[in-house]
């Protein structure tokens, strides 16, 4: 761990200097410009650094190389577009996890510099929410999140073919960006926090009851296809349920429903509040649904990447502001840690493309 913890530590601090250094009295008007976005850039180098250079680290990192050497099918447009391209150049296939590296934690970046209060805050949630860890292994779909959030300033100026434009490049990369279509129209129908929740607990039941009975039949005549057939069964689903999360987002769901008020007046905590119901839905599907489609709960990360800041400093009463602001980091490092440690995504231990 000491590898991921000394370049977040790196990237925490060079984003700390980014949003403060305008602030000296002792700077030039030009520097006061330059500067931020100087240690801006810096701050990206440290985890993308360690995301590009690695081997054999995350639980997909042959089947990603093989499908660099061997130009296989089956791939998004997009992702396939990326190796076609770079097989141009070179034939070592690390070339694919520099190039993804960059996409991810350069446009994670430019949209935390752009929409969060707080970016040194923001960084260590990106690292500390699993985000970045499972970046190493779910490439495409973390390229398509990555892509798919830049079109948030368009979503919220209304701007939609700019908004589409994006949607339809990140949906080249991993299907399973659709979800943030689910997003969006949660996000402009203004769902209240009562009838959101009576939407969790409604798809729950009928999750463990009417169509639980229902998927059953729908894979017999062939309707879980392509992905999800040959990496799911309905009947396990639940085994990959992770309740210590859910809570999390259910914390997060109550939290924004409490500062409902506030969470009108404003874009940024709606699509967070958004993000935090879709995930609640997706997961109240878990008992039926196939074992892969938590996935879909972890493109809705980077919205708490994003707007946590702002929803923390937003509650009236400050002394719960200020706990809830030390409550989140350290309740998803008290999930995320054991589990890496214990091998999820495999990412440990760490080895960079010199130490083949």
């Not at 100087?38 to 089947?63: E, Y």
């Not at 009928?206 to 040959?230: A, D, K, W």
Request: with cysteine; charged share 10%; aromatic share 16%.
């Amino acid at each position: 761990m000491a590898v991921y913890i000394t370049a977040t530590a790196i990237s925490a601090l060079l984003a700390y200097i980014s949003s403060n250094i305008n602030k000296s009295r002792q700077l030039k008007d030009s520097a006061k410009k330059l500067l931020p976005a100087f240690f801006a850039i810096l701050s990206v180098l440290p985890l993308m650094f360690v995301m590009a250079f690695r081997h054999n680290v995350g639980t997909d990192f042959l089947s990603y190389a093989l499908i660099f050497r061997y130009n296989s099918t089956g791939v998004e447009v997009g992702y396939s577009f990326i190796n076609n391209t770079l097989r141009q150049f070179t034939d070592d296939y690390h070339a694919v996890f520099i190039v993804s590296a960059i996409i991810i934690c350069g446009c994670y970046f430019y949209v935390i510099y752009k929409e969060s209060i707080n970016p040194t805050y923001s960084v260590l949630l990106f690292v500390l929410c699993k985000d970045y860890f499972i970046a190493m292994n779910g490439m495409r779909q973390y390229i398509s999140t990555a892509i798919v959030i830049l079109a948030i300033p368009f979503v919220k100026r209304k701007e939609w073919i700019k908004a589409a434009i994006i949607f339809i490049i990140a949906f080249l990369f991993h299907r399973s960006v659709i979800i943030f279509l689910l997003m969006f129209v949660l996000y402009l129908i203004n769902i209240k926090p009562a009838i959101g929740a009576a939407i969790v607990v409604g798809t729950y039941v009928l999750s463990t009851t009417v169509l639980r009975f229902i998927f059953p039949i729908m894979q017999r005549f062939g309707f879980y296809t392509g992905y999800f057939s040959t990496h799911s069964d309905y009947r396990n689903a639940s085994g990959d349920f992770n309740w210590m999360y859910t809570l999390i987002f259910i914390c997060f769901f109550i939290m924004l429903a409490y500062e409902y008020n506030n969470v009108k007046q404003s874009k940024e905590l709606k699509l967070m509040y958004s993000a935090v119901l879709t995930s609640l839905i997706v997961m109240s599907l878990s008992s039926v649904m196939p074992i892969n489609v938590h996935r879909l709960t972890w493109h809705m990360n980077s919205l708490l990447v994003l707007y946590s800041p702002l929803a923390t400093k937003s509650i009236h009463d400050k002394r719960i502001g200020k706990a809830l602001e030390v409550a989140i980091p350290v309740a998803f490092a008290l999930v995320t840690i054991p589990q890496i440690l214990n091998g999820n995504q495999d990412v440990l231990p760490y080895r960079s493309i010199w130490s083949q």
